[in-house]
């Protein structure tokens, strides 16, 4: 699916099922739906899960500070970016930055 190479490629940037579905010429639904079948998970989780992907590389390859790290990868605030890799990972970013850097 071109659509999940583009949110590898593009994770340092605002991603959204909107602007996704935009630039593959589809509809927001049809992209939800295949994400879905496809994935089974919604396009915003996808790209979360990406994202904290990214996050993990950095906080175990480099001292960037969380904060940071959640503006380079696009999300509104350090807070929101936190609660995410909470969500994702099971952790905190701090807790994780501990355990494997």
């Given amino acids: 699916m071109q659509s999940t190479l583009y949110i590898q490629n593009h994770v340092n ?5 909107a602007l996704l579905a935009k630039k593959f010429e589809c509809s927001d639904s049809s992209l939800a739906h295949l994400f879905k079948e496809k994935y089974n998970v919604t396009v915003g989780a996808y790209i979360n899960s990406h ?9 175990t390859n480099s001292q960037i ?6 503006y380079t990868l696009a ?19 701090t807790r994780y930055r501990k355990m494997h850097g």
């Fill in 13 to 17: 940037q605002k991603l959204s099922l």
């Fill in 51 to 59: 994202k904290v992907d990214a996050a993990k590389y950095m906080l």
């Fill in 65 to 70: 500070s969380i904060s940071e790290i959640a």
């Fill in 75 to 93: 999300f509104n605030s350090p807070s929101y970016f936190m609660k995410v890799f909470k969500q994702t990972s099971g952790m905190t970013a």
